[in-house]
C-alpha cells in the first residue's frame, strides 16, 4: 500500500486552528511558494476566501466555520447575548457573503449557527463556553470532512481499473477540502490499493487551480500527472487519452445537475461525445435539496483581471470587456454517477438523491 501525504495532516495542511488564529496554506502562491497564513480577525478569513487563498467547496465551508469561533475568540462582547448579537449580525452575515455558489459554505454557517443557538440556551452558558463550543464544532467539521473525503474514495475506488488514464478539471483535492480531496480522493484510493493510474490534470483557465494545485498536490504525492489546456480534451479523448473523468462540484440540485469550476460542462459534452464515463466525487454537504434543478443555482461573476491579465501582463485591449462566469452546470443526464461517502448515485435522479438522506440510507 502506497500512503498518501496529501491528507492535510502530513508534509503540509490545508487549513488549521492553531491556539488563537487560523492558519492556511496560502493557494495563491503555489506551486512557486508554500506559504501559511496565520489570520486573526474575521475579515481576514472573508477576504481569504474571496481571494481564493483558500478555494474549493468543502475547504470554503471549514474556513467559514473557523471563522465564525474566530469571531467569538476575539469578541470583546461584555455578556453572552451580546456575544451571541455580533457572531448572529456581523460575523456570519459577512462570511455568507463572500462565495455565492460553493453550497458548504452556507451549509458550514448554518451548522454553526445552530450550535450557537443550542451553545447558548445551554444550563450556565458564557462567553467562554461559547468559545469553546463553538471552536470544538468547527474542529468538527474540519475533521469530519477528511474522514468523509475518505469514505468517497473508498466508494469510488471501483471506477478506476488498472492503468486507467483520468482526466481531471480544476482542483478537487486535499487542498478543496480538509485533506485527502474528493475528486483526487477517489484517485489517491485507487493508488493507495495498488493500481497504477496516470492524471490528466487540466489547466483550468482562468485561475489555472488544475495546473498549479491539482498538479502540485499529485507530484507531491508521487501520483504521476501530467497537464493539458483545457483546449486539449477533445484531442487527448479522441486519441485514446482518456478513460474517465472524474471532477468535483461546487453545488448539486436536487436532480443531479452539477455546477463545478467553468469548464467542467464542456469536458461532459466532450466525454459524453466520446462514450467515456464522467463521475462527479462530492460529499453530501454539496447537495442543496432546496433547489430542484441547475438553473436555480447562483454562478459567480469575477472580476476582469482573472482574464485580462496573467503574471502582471495585460492580454486585453484596455477598452474590452470580458464574460467571466466561474461556475457552469452539467446536466444529471451526462453524469454517469456521483460519488458520495454513502455510495454511488448510478446514474443520478431525483429519487437515488433523496434516498441518500434518508436516515436508514
Ligand atoms: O473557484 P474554486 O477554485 O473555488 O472552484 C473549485 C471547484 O470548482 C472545485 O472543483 C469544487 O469546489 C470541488 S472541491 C472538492
Not at 469561533?69 to 455580533?86: F, N, Q, T, Y
Request: hydrophobic share 45%; net charge negative.
Amino acid at each position: 500500500m502506497v500512503a498518501s501525504r496529501g491528507t492535510g495532516e502530513g508534509e503540509w495542511f490545508t487549513i488549521r486552528w492553531n491556539s488563537d488564529r487560523v492558519e492556511l496554506l496560502d493557494q495563491r502562491e503555489l506551486p512557486n511558494e508554500e506559504r501559511y497564513l496565520s489570520l486573526t480577525e474575521v475579515e481576514e478569513v472573508a477576504e481569504a476566501i474571496e481571494e481564493l487563498a483558500i478555494r474549493g467547496a468543502p475547504a470554503i465551508g471549514c474556513a467559514a466555520a473557523m471563522g465564525v469561533a474566530l469571531g467569538a475568540w476575539r469578541s470583546d462582547a461584555r455578556d453572552l447575548d451580546a456575544m451571541v448579537g455580533e457572531l448572529e449580525s456581523r460575523v456570519i452575515p459577512r462570511l455568507e457573503r463572500t462565495r455565492p455558489t460553493a453550497i458548504n459554505l452556507f451549509w458550514a454557517l448554518d451548522r454553526m449557527r445552530g450550535t450557537l443557538a443550542k451553545l447558548a440556551q445551554a444550563p450556565g452558558a458564557s462567553t467562554e463556553s461559547l468559545r469553546a463550543g463553538l471552536l470544538a464544532e468547527a474542529e468538527t467539521i474540519l475533521e469530519d470532512d477528511k474522514a468523509i473525503c475518505r469514505e468517497i474514495g473508498q466508494a469510488g475506488i471501483d471506477l478506476i481499473p488498472d492503468g486507467a488514464q483520468v482526466l481531471t478539471h480544476c482542483n478537487a483535492g486535499a487542498l478543496a477540502t480538509g485533506g485527502y480531496g474528493t475528486a483526487l480522493g477517489v484517485v489517491r484510493a485507487a493508488v493507495e490499493a495498488g493500481r497504477s493510474i496516470r492524471v490528466l490534470a487540466d489547466e483550468t483557465r482562468p485561475l489555472l487551480q488544475g495546473a498549479r494545485l491539482t498538479a502540485w498536490e499529485l507530484s507531491r504525492d508521487d501520483i504521476p500527472v501530467e497537464v493539458c489546456t483545457d483546449n486539449m480534451a477533445g484531442y487527448l479523448m479522441q486519441q485514446g487519452e482518456v478513460d474517465l473523468v472524474v471532477v468535483g462540484a461546487d453545488r448539486i440540485a436536487a436532480n443531479g445537475d452539477v455546477a463545478n469550476k467553468i469548464g467542467t460542462y464542456g469536458l461532459a459534452v466532450l466525454a459524453n461525445a466520446h462514450s467515456i464515463p464522467f463521475y462527479v466525487a462530492a460529499p453530501l454537504s454539496t447537495i442543496d435539496l432546496k433547489i430542484a434543478d441547475g438553473s436555480a443555482i447562483p454562478i459567480e461573476i469575477r472580476g476582469r483581471d482573472e482574464i485580462a491579465r496573467i503574471g502582471g501582463r495585460t492580454l486585453l485591449p484596455e477598452q474590452v470587456g470580458v464574460r467571466q462566469p466561474a461556475f457552469d452546470v452539467t446536466p444529471a443526464a451526462l453524469v454517469t454517477a456521483l460519488v458520495t461517502e454513502k455510495g454511488l448515485v448510478q446514474p443520478p435522479s431525483q429519487q437515488a438523491i433523496a434516498a441518500l438522506f434518508r436516515p436508514d440510507s
